[in-house]
């Protein structure tokens, strides 16, 4: 902040001495300072993080750049498009250096779009891109992103221009009919008019494109970047487990697209709000009506400059005050609207369960519920809104008359033309509305600001999921060189901290096949996923053999979308199995009867009955052949027999692997060859013993 303070300063200081010797050269001065300023701060990695921070889109870089070359390019105009220059007086430097303040005064906000937008920019992923009449030619995607938001940057500075050209239109026409000269009137509205008109079309139609073409691009990157992430070594179910973000589904989905629209829709038209403000404020600041001081012989300089600068900014901190709630109340909006539609996509995926249930009135209750929800807090933001609204109209209307007012007396007496009068309501307008940007769009400002917490709020609990799982302190994965599955001294804990199984040394490599047995509840689950590396909660070490290929069939198998074929290949593509494979697999699990359907898409998993759906999960275990193979009550949807030929075909067909179940049908103990049992201890807690078979059988 002090870096950034202290630019702000030198630029006001240079601008101050250079401008008082020199005018315009003073502002071309103020410029150049700028460009270097940027150059030094662009993506220098040396830098504090401070600046680091701001290296993306909306890194203070572009922010100083843009401001920069826009104040040489005004420096430059007025010679080419016949504007005053602007004055260089102290009163201009201290008007400079407060709307530098209020820009600032975002600077918390843009802080978080940096971090958020900041690796898009920065990506060097490699991609196509089509340019007429280049044609195809691949480019760094960073770069690209780049180049296109520069090149918007550009043309919106354009269409700033346009516009300032066209108030100048506006002022001739209107003096050319003040005195009744038809072919000054003629003159400007075909040869000035036309001219300016057809540019301002095409430069928006260009900027349309090339909008939505960044638009589509970046948001594709972030949907497949947070699904990335998201997914990544299951950091999407330690999130579900600590519970600290809801509708991470919402997120991905929604709140990436509605940030990257509302980034564009809201960071160009501050880009060219400021520009607009600069360069009408010199025309503001230019008009020759003098207001003293009541009492006193002091003129104000720039009196309708500071009129319509004092004007916006205390009506925009007026919106602010009433408006703020309304971040808090399109946040909860958002989460409602996410939970009713999450609950709408469960009912469809338990359809069956519900309907043998009999469950559709709870569930209707349900849905009502949630529904009644999101009508509270719409009630509550309608009511907020309405607010705002009353204000901002009123602010609206205020504003057309305002400069009226005051101008009035001065065409009145003389001292001004229409045209000015005319030019200096239209100046007065935009220089209010670019200071009042956030007047006008505060709704939408606050639901970009409530994607923006949600996605800051997602990023880091994905930071903290991984966190977890790095966490030296925690449940450790240790590779072993031996063929073996070895835990020490570990305890595996709830997520709220409370210990479950307490293990004082397990070697479950000692025999080939090994049965889990124990009361439901006692952590047999919660111990096989401590192994499988996804329960990140506990202290200890589990040892792992290096480079072995390891498989959990729960008791409920995920059968993905798709065909019958990509539910037997998963995890593996589709087409990672020969047909000869698949069918041999689904014969020796008793499929055979669905090997003509094989590339039928449907939903597998509400047509497959329970026991052809833990079947399925053992063609997947035959074909993906791992060394250990992890069956948490797998096979507790099929008959004894069934389920003695299963394991029958499992031990046949994978020798060399090691099998470890839990179970609790007393003919499991047959075909296995070593037992541990969950015993209980003092505290609660449980802790898997071996056990011998005799024991159990006269027990
Ligand atoms: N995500 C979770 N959050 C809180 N508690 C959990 C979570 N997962 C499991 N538990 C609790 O941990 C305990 C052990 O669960 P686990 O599923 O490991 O038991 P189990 O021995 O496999 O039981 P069963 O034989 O009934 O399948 C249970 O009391 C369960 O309620």
Redesign the pocket.
């Known amino acids: 902040m002090r870096l950034l303070s202290f630019a702000v300063a030198a630029i006001a200081a240079i601008a101050l001495v250079v401008g008082q010797q020199g005018g315009n050269a003073g502002l071309i001065g103020m410029g150049v300072v700028g460009l270097l300023l940027a150059v030094v701060t662009f993506r220098s990695p040396g830098l504090p993080f401070f600046l680091r921070i701001f290296s993306g889109v909306f890194g203070i870089e572009y922010v100083v750049f843009g401001g920069a070359a826009m104040l040489a390019l005004v420096g430059w105009w007025p010679s080419a498009l016949q504007i005053p220059p602007i004055p260089t007086s102290l009163p201009t430097t201290v008007g400079v250096f407060g709307v530098l303040i209020y820009a600032i005064s975002f600077v918390p906000v843009i802080a978080r779009i940096a971090r958020l937008a900041s690796p898009y920019f920065e990506s060097d992923e490699i991609t196509t891109a089509r340019l007429w009449p280049i044609g195809a030619f691949s480019i760094r995607l960073g770069t690209l992103a780049v180049a296109l938001f520069t090149f918007l940057i550009v043309l919106n500075q354009l269409q700033v221009g346009i516009t300032l050209r066209l108030s100048y239109f506006n002022r001739d026409m209107y003096d050319a009919l003040q005195n009744k000269d038809a072919a000054a009137f003629w003159y400007q509205l075909f040869y000035v008019f036309c001219f300016w008109a057809v540019l301002w079309v095409a430069t928006n139609l260009i900027e349309m494109f090339a909008n939505y073409t960044i638009l589509i691009r970046w948001r594709q990157w972030m949907a497949n970047e947070y699904s990335a992430r998201w997914l990544n070594h299951a950091t999407h179910y330690r999130i579900a ?1 600590a519970g600290s973000v809801d509708n991470p589904d919402q997120r991905i989905a929604e709140d990436t697209r509605s940030f990257v629209n509302q980034t564009y829709g809201f960071a160009l038209p501050l880009l060219s709000q400021v520009s607009t403000l600069v360069s009408f404020s010199i025309i503001l600041w230019n008009i020759p009506v003098a207001f003293a001081l009541p009492g006193t012989s002091f003129e104000i300089p720039g009196y309708i400059f500071w009129v319509a600068f004092i004007y916006a900014v205390a009506a925009t901190w007026l919106t602010h005050v009433i408006g703020r709630p309304l971040i808090r109340l399109e946040f909860e909006q958002e989460k409602r609207e996410a939970n009713f539609r999450f609950s709408l996509a469960r009912l469809r995926e338990y359809s069956e369960q519900i309907a043998l249930m009999v469950g559709e009135p709870t569930e209707r209750g349900h849905l009502a519920q949630r529904f009644g929800d999101i009508v509270t807090n719409f009630y509550r933001l309608v009511w907020r809104r309405l607010k705002l609204t009353s204000f901002t109209l009123s602010y609206n209307q205020l504003s057309v008359v305002l400069p009226y007012m005051i101008l009035a007396p001065y065409y009145f007496a003389g001292t001004i033309t229409l045209g000015v009068m005319m030019q200096v309501a239209g100046a007065f307008d935009r220089v209010q509305t670019a200071l009042s940007f956030i007047i006008n769009s505060y709704s939408s400002i606050a639901s970009y600001l409530a994607s923006i917490n949600r996605l800051t709020s997602f990023e880091s609990a994905i930071a903290d999921a991984q966190q977890i799982a790095a966490d030296e302190a925690g449940l450790r994965r240790e590779p072993l060189t031996e063929k073996s599955v070895r835990l020490g001294k570990t305890t595996l804990n ?2 709220n901290g409370q210990p ?1 199984v307490r293990i004082d040394g397990l070697d479950l490599g000692a025999a080939r096949s090994t049965l889990v047995i ?1 009361p ?7 111990l096989f996923r401590a192994i499988a590396g996804i329960w990140p909660f506990g202290e200890g070490e589990v040892g792992i053999p290096a480079g072995a290929q390891i498989m959990l069939l729960p008791q409920r198998p995920y059968l993905p979308q798709g065909s019958l074929r990509a539910a037997l290949a998963y995890p593996s593509a589709e087409d990672s199995y020969s047909d000869a494979e698949i069918r041999e697999a689904m014969g020796k699990v008793k499929l055979a009867h669905l090997a003509e359907r094989l590339d039928e898409i449907d939903l597998w998993g509400q047509r497959l009955s329970g026991g052809e759906q833990q079947r399925l999960a053992f063609a997947r275990a035959l074909l993906a052949k791992p060394d250990w193979l992890f069956l948490d009550e797998a096979t507790a949807s099929l008959d004894e027999k069934l389920e003695g030929e299963i394991y029958a075909t499992i031990n046949a067909e994978l020798p060399d692997a090691h099998i470890v179940s ?1 179970g609790h049908r007393s003919t499991l103990r047959e075909m296995h060859d070593a037992i541990v049992t969950m015993e209980p201890n003092e505290d609660g807690t449980f802790s898997p013993t071996p056990t011998a078979k005799d024991a159990l059988a006269t027990a």
Do not use: A
């Not at 439901?520 to 919660?526: D, I, L, M, N």
């Open positions: 487990l709830l997520p479950i124990g439901s509840g006692s952590g047999k689950s919660t839990i």
